[in-house]
């Protein structure tokens, strides 16, 4: 099993909509939690970065983490054709040193 | 504007050919790392570097060597390129402190004929 196994995809869905994307891991150790957007032929930025448990909000885009079901999630509301990218789960363990486990990526067109 | 720079943006190469990827970052990063980016397959870790005058391997670490002479820069060389190489290699930096996400560089494409 990989350490965290995110919905291949592709995702297409019509402006507006509401977008869930999500990931699961196995390593029980990993306490801090990120989404990166990537649009094409450019780099990952960071979107959202979550520790431990719980949701985090920010405009339209939600983080949500659940440690007891290793499961992450995205939420985007009022998803915009601007939206359209690849989107990057991705977490690491508490050390200084430990390094960051990504998702294969999921990329999403928003259909305007 | 803060952040990482690499060069080139795109490249050919002939196989058996040397490159250097150069990638600079003026955030005064402590950690720096470098991934390989594939169809299918996701963000790789080739090497990273937890501090000027540290390296380590990462997961697909052979045929690329770095190096970490100061602070800012963190050049990726393949020393005889070959094609199983194409790829779009990202660098990537971070302060190094507990949990700190990396930022990202916009990449070089790199196609080994």
């Known amino acids: 099993q990989k350490e965290v196994e995110q919905d291949p995809g592709p995702l297409s869905v019509p402006e507006g909509a509401i977008v869930s994307l999500n990931c699961t891991y196995s390593n029980s150790a990993f306490q801090y939690f990120m989404w990166y957007r990537q649009y094409s032929r450019k780099g990952p930025e960071l979107l959202m970065y979550t520790y431990s448990s719980g949701n985090k909000e920010d405009g339209r885009f939600t983080a949500q983490v659940d440690k007891s079901s290793k499961y992450i999630s995205l939420f985007i509301r009022d998803s915009q054709p601007s939206d359209s990218a690849t989107y990057l789960c991705?977490?690491?363990?508490?050390?200084?040193?430990?390094?960051?486990?990504f998702g294969k990526g999921i990329t999403l067109s928003v259909r305007p | 504007i803060a952040g990482i720079t690499q060069a080139p943006t795109s490249q050919i190469l002939a196989a058996g050919r040397r490159m250097t990827l150069r990638c600079t970052q003026d955030?005064?990063?402590?950690?720096m790392y470098w991934y390989r980016q594939d169809l299918g397959l996701g963000l790789r870790l080739i090497h990273y570097s937890n501090t000027a005058g540290t390296t380590g391997k990462g997961e697909v670490p052979d045929g690329y060597s770095v190096s970490r002479a100061n602070t800012d820069d963190f050049p990726l060389t393949l020393a005889s390129a070959v094609p199983s190489q194409t790829s779009v290699y990202f660098c990537?930096?971070?302060?190094?402190?507990?949990?700190?996400?990396?930022?990202f560089g916009n990449g070089t494409r790199l196609t080994v004929t």
């Open positions: 991705a977490m690491r363990g508490p050390g200084a040193n430990s390094k960051l486990t």
């Open positions: 990537a930096s971070s302060d190094g402190n507990r949990g700190s996400p990396l930022h």
């Open positions: 955030m005064r990063h402590n950690a």
